[in-house]
């Protein structure tokens, strides 16, 4: 940076500040050290910007992740009148592709085409790459098809689009296309081809390119045989993942991070938390934000919040607390575990609170019950200037159901209808249930009607509304409905309808949707659905039919239905039958004394001393 200060105060010193060809490499250099301004006041000096000044200052927003400002950049230079060229066009598209931004990657291309670019294989493969990164491969196959002179380039930017969007099918078939013709792969190709193998669902694929990695000498190479790792513990091919790391002559913070995430995302927790103590034996003392993020994955129970609260220590340590990942992960694992409190410390700790942060937080409130500090932190969150994402929404709505909050759920309604985003079945689903049960059934039903996709999910958050409000007569409608278009009705949602038969003591309600379950639906009842009927029938008073009931039972009768039987038993002043209910659940519940004092209220109402 001192050496770049010095030219340019010579260029200062004799004038050559406003000559263009001089200032374009001063500007590069600035954009290199990281000083932008420095390089802004370079090029304001100049009297006549050309077309390679502009490319300069263009390049270096783009390296620094400013694809927005690049694009601006371009608008600027199209003001000006001044000509873009090949080098503009492969950096705007470049732009484009990085902020996933389509529009202008087709006008930069159409613009391309009108400046005679269409045959430059360096511009055809950016724009290739920028179809590729917005998800638009149809455009990307087509001119892929089209290039005449594809080179290593050309197949490493389709192939890559294929396989960064999950594509792993046409990936690899890319890649063996590649082979075909004689083309040998780069290291970002092998990268890429490994990665597509862990969507096909096959290890075959795997093992090829692991053999042909072998052949071309680079199982020395730690990034390449990390991806391996990668792609075997990803393909569930846990012990070669395993062989592959023991053969390698060292291991390095890479290769331990591929290993202990793929342990995690296989569920074998204990066996990453394994590697994870040895790493820390070994020569990698310093793990990386990817080893925490594959440590925290297996620390994500109850059973591990030792190990969760030994990984904190050493993220704090490291100085990867504020890391805005590795933070809201951490939040998330403390959530898991059913650590509210440690969660919010984390949360609090956090200099700079991302949308992720924000969200993990929220949601965490929300599983949890703690609905009023879900709703203070959503409040606080956009007073902060950070708009909620999906997700958030979602968990806040719930909030707002669980909890009857009618107007603070419509204002979410309408801010996320003002976000322009469509509404798919799990937002809809979701208002459907907030609605409901704050017990506004006209605009739960409206929102279901104006859903554009319903499943299973969606017509149950309104039956089960329907029948928390003991509307039986439009719980039958929908049941209709679903069957005339084509959906089934699923146990769960005779839970609801059973337990609204029996607090609004609707006995011959009860047993016919209880029939019908077998007899229409071809649903076997469940232990929740047997305790509704016996609860049902005790209710009314049938006690000896709820007690035949529990007879039939699938599975032996909990302490919730015998307590409940119990209850009854109480009402109705049936001694014989308290009695055996109580000597039911009694061994099963120590610990519990409610049936206990049931039993003895029955004994003093039938005037008998307690036994």
């Given at each position: 940076m001192g050496y770049v200060r010095k030219v340019r105060t010579l260029m200062l010193k004799h004038g050559f500040h406003t000559?263009?060809?001089?200032?374009?490499?001063?500007?590069?250099?600035?954009?290199?050290?990281?000083?932008?301004?420095?390089?802004?006041?370079?090029?304001?000096?100049?009297?006549?910007?050309?077309?390679?000044?502009?490319?300069?200052?263009?390049?270096?927003?783009?390296?620094?992740?400013?694809?927005?400002?690049?694009?601006?950049?371009?608008?600027?230079?199209?003001?000006?009148?001044?000509?873009?060229?090949?080098?503009?066009?492969?950096?705007?598209?470049?732009?484009c592709g990085s902020i996933g931004s389509i529009v202008n990657g087709m006008t930069a291309h159409h613009q391309a085409i009108q400046n005679s670019f269409e045959s430059d294989t360096v511009l055809g493969n950016a724009i290739i790459d920028m179809y590729a990164k917005c998800g638009c491969f149809d455009e990307a196959w087509k001119l892929f098809e089209l290039t005449v002179k594809a080179d290593i380039i050309t197949w490493t930017v389709i192939i890559s689009g294929y396989s960064s969007h999950g594509h792993g099918d046409h990936a690899l078939k890319l890649f063996t296309r590649m082979h075909e013709k004689g083309i040998i792969p780069n290291k970002a190709i092998l990268l890429c081809a490994l990665r597509a193998c862990s969507y096909v669902g096959s290890i075959y694929p795997g093992y090829l390119i692991h053999e042909e990695i072998l052949e071309y000498g680079l199982e020395l190479?730690?990034?390449?045989?990390?991806?391996?790792?990668?792609?075997?513990?990803?393909?569930?091919?846990?012990?070669?993942?395993?062989?592959?790391?023991?053969?390698?002559?060292?291991?390095?913070?890479?290769?331990?991070?591929?290993?202990?995430?793929?342990?995690?995302?296989?569920?074998?927790?204990?066996?990453?938390?394994k590697s994870y103590i040895n790493m820390l034996h070994g020569d990698v003392t310093s793990p990386n934000e990817v080893v925490f993020l594959g440590v925290l994955k297996a620390c994500g129970n109850k059973n591990a919040i030792k190990a969760l609260r030994l990984v904190h220590f050493h993220i704090i340590?490291?100085?990867?607390?504020?890391?805005?990942?590795?933070?809201?992960?951490?939040?998330?694992?403390?959530?898991?575990?059913?650590?509210?409190?440690?969660?919010?410390h984390v949360f609090?700790?956090?200099?700079?609170?991302?949308?992720?942060?924000?969200?993990?937080?929220?949601?965490?409130?929300?599983?949890?019950?703690?609905?009023?500090?879900?709703?203070?932190?959503?409040?606080?969150?956009?007073?902060?200037?950070?708009?909620?994402?999906?997700?958030?929404?979602?968990?806040?709505?719930?909030?707002?159901?669980?909890?009857?909050?009618?107007?603070?759920?419509?204002?979410?309604?309408?801010?996320?209808?003002?976000?322009?985003?469509?509404?798919?079945v799990v937002v809809g689903s979701t208002l459907v249930e907030m609605y409901a049960n704050c017990g506004s059934l006209d605009e739960a039903r409206?929102?279901?009607?104006?859903?554009?996709?319903?499943?299973?999910?969606?017509?149950?958050?309104?039956?089960?509304?329907?029948?928390?409000?003991?509307?039986?007569d439009q719980v039958q409608c929908c049941l209709d409905e679903m069957q005339q278009h084509g959906d089934k009705p699923v146990d769960a949602m005779f839970t609801s309808i059973l337990a609204a038969c029996s607090h609004s003591g609707q006995l011959n309600k009860g047993c016919e949707h209880f029939r019908a379950m077998l007899e229409t639906y071809d649903i076997m009842p469940k232990a929740e659905?047997?305790?509704?009927?016996?609860?049902?029938?005790?209710?009314?008073?049938?006690?000896?039919?709820?007690?035949?009931?529990?007879?039939?039972?699938?599975?032996?009768?909990?302490?919730?239905?015998?307590?409940s039987l119990l209850n009854s038993s109480k009402v109705y002043g049936s001694v014989t039958l308290g009695r055996h209910c109580f000597n039911e659940v009694f061994p099963m519940d120590l610990e519990d004394a409610s049936s206990y004092t049931l039993m003895s209220d029955i004994y003093l109402a039938s005037g008998m001393h307690e036994r």
């Open positions: 000559i263009s060809s001089l200032g374009d490499h001063i500007i590069r250099l600035f954009a290199a050290c990281g000083s932008l301004e420095e390089a802004y006041e370079a090029f304001s000096s100049i009297v006549k910007p050309s077309v390679f000044t502009w490319n300069s200052l263009i390049s270096a927003h783009l390296k620094l992740g400013e694809g927005h400002v690049a694009l601006k950049l371009y608008e600027r230079i199209r003001e000006e009148g001044i000509n873009p060229d090949r080098v503009t066009f492969i950096s705007v598209c470049n732009a190479d730690a990034i390449i045989m990390s991806s391996v790792i990668d792609m075997y513990a990803k393909s569930g091919s846990l012990s070669e993942a395993q062989k592959v790391f023991s053969d390698l002559r060292s291991n390095d913070v890479v290769s331990w991070g591929a290993l202990i995430d793929g342990y995690a995302q296989n569920g074998q927790g204990h066996a990453a938390l340590q490291i100085g990867c607390e504020q890391n805005m990942i590795t933070g809201s992960t951490l939040i998330d694992t403390y959530i898991k575990c059913d650590e509210v409190e440690d969660a919010c609090e700790c956090l200099t700079n609170k991302d949308v992720v942060a924000w969200g993990a937080m929220i949601t965490g409130y929300a599983l949890h019950g703690h609905d009023v500090n879900a709703f203070e932190l959503f409040r606080r969150m956009q007073q902060e200037g950070t708009e909620p994402n999906g997700i958030t929404i979602l968990y806040i709505l719930k909030s707002c159901g669980a909890t009857g909050s009618i107007e603070q759920g419509r204002l979410v309604h309408h801010q996320f209808a003002s976000t322009g985003l469509p509404m798919d409206n929102i279901f009607d104006y859903m554009p996709n319903k499943n299973i999910v969606s017509w149950g958050a309104l039956i089960a509304g329907y029948a928390l409000y003991g509307n039986l659905h047997f305790n509704c009927m016996v609860d049902i029938f005790a209710r009314r008073g049938h006690l000896n039919e709820a007690e035949d009931l529990l007879q039939t039972m699938p599975t032996p009768p909990d302490p919730i239905v015998w307590t």
